[in-house]
């Protein structure tokens, strides 16, 4: 079966050091994959997909197949990253996938 | 541009009683609709899912229910809550799916349903 998982619940750092959020994916063919972020009191959103290797405040994500991750990355953490990450598969309606666990990172003065 | 709405924001109903909870997207046709529930600890489950009109589908036995009335209206319901039914419902529509990329999903704000 596809899945993703996040091995951690919950990350928390202090303020510009370096962020890594695992996410580990199980899949047979190419993997679409995407990040997708719960700031307080506001709604879940896309944060970037791994299609278009782009970088969105601050965080990159790079699929390697080798290891079947799709970490999260920053190199300088800030306070207002603090919130729910999800990774998550494709959203193809011919599956029924479920997202990753979730991590939440708080980023600490 | 897009948008979506989901209502109502905070519910509390007692065990036993109806449920209905209101999605409604503008700005796109034939979108493929979703219902998750986002549990504590537990991410993000999806529910149900549609192509288009009439058409739902879901792995996940449950006391729900979902319909599609219209191109762009889901609904979630229940004929009877129950306790565990207690949590928060997010909508969610996506592009449907031409053979390029699989598109995003947009969420909507969620309904915190509670169960007495």
């Known amino acids: 079966a596809q899945r993703v998982t996040q091995p951690e619940k919950l990350l928390s750092v202090f303020k510009g050091a370096p962020v890594e959020l695992k996410c580990n994916y199980s899949?047979?063919?190419?993997?679409?994959l995407f990040w997708y972020v719960q700031y307080s009191r506001q709604r879940l959103q896309l944060l970037l997909r791994h299609i278009s290797r782009e970088s969105i405040k601050g965080f990159t994500a790079d699929l390697n197949k080798g290891e079947t991750s799709f970490h999260l990355k920053k190199p300088f953490a800030q306070e207002e990253d603090s919130a729910m990450y999800y990774c998550a598969p494709p959203n193809n309606a011919g599956n029924m996938l479920t997202f990753g666990g979730g991590t939440r990172l708080m980023v600490k003065p | 541009s897009q948008t979506i709405h989901q209502w109502p924001a905070t519910l509390v109903q007692p065990v036993g009683s109806p449920l209905s909870l209101e999605c409604t997207v503008e700005?796109?046709?034939?979108?493929?609709l979703y219902w998750y529930r986002q549990a504590a600890g537990r991410g993000l489950q999806l529910l149900f899912y549609?192509?288009?009109?009439?058409?739902i589908s879901s792995e996940v036995p449950q006391n729900l229910s979902a319909s599609r009335p219209q191109d762009r209206q889901f609904i979630l319901s229940s004929k009877k809550l129950l306790l565990s039914d207690s949590g928060f419902y997010l909508c969610?529509?996506?592009?449907?799916?031409?053979?390029?990329?699989?598109?995003?999903?947009?969420f909507g704000n969620g309904t915190r349903l509670t169960v007495t």
């Open positions: 969610a529509w996506s592009a449907p799916r031409t053979g390029g990329p699989n598109s995003p999903l947009h």
């Open positions: 549609s192509v288009g009109i009439g058409q």
């Open positions: 700005g796109t046709s034939n979108p493929n």
């Open positions: 899949y047979s063919g190419s993997p679409e």
